[in-house]
């Protein structure tokens, strides 16, 4: 079982960076992949990054390629999504996911199985 915290959201001008952080309690949290997802008003909640539990593979979105970048701290059981360059259709709340496989070399898009409570972020035009 892992449960997950998120925070670091609010609001920020387009342009701006912003970093969220997901704090893990849980032994199996840092043999997991994990992975950031969110959800706008009115549609889907949608994948924009994850990582494997060794941290050298990493898969984003193609909205967010080049300007999120997602890491890890095992030692700290910590996630975190830096996002830069943001923009208004960045806006959502954020979730942070693991998955109950351990060990795995990829890092999937789908098919979590723990989540978070969500985290609001805003992006100001």
């Known amino acids: 079982q892992v449960q997950l915290v998120e925070s670091g959201g609010g609001l920020v001008q387009a342009g701006g960076p912003l970093r969220l952080s997901c704090a893990a309690s849980?032994?199996?949290?840092?043999?997991?992949?994990v992975g950031w997802f969110r959800q706008a008003p009115g549609k889907e909640r949608e994948f924009v990054g994850s990582?494997?539990?060794?941290?050298?593979?990493?898969r984003y979105a193609d909205s967010v390629k080049g300007r999120f970048t997602i890491s890890r701290d095992n030692a700290k059981g910590t996630l975190y999504l830096q996002m830069n360059s943001l923009k208004p259709e960045d806006t959502a709340v954020y979730y942070c996911?693991?998955?109950?496989?351990?060990?795995?070399?990829?890092?999937?898009?789908?098919?979590?199985?723990?989540w978070g409570q969500g985290t609001q972020v805003t992006v100001s035009s």
């Open positions: 996911a693991a998955g109950r496989r351990l060990f795995q070399v990829v890092a999937p898009t789908e098919g979590y199985d723990y």
């Open positions: 849980g032994r199996s949290f840092s043999a997991a992949a």
């Open positions: 990582i494997n539990w060794s941290s050298d593979y990493t």
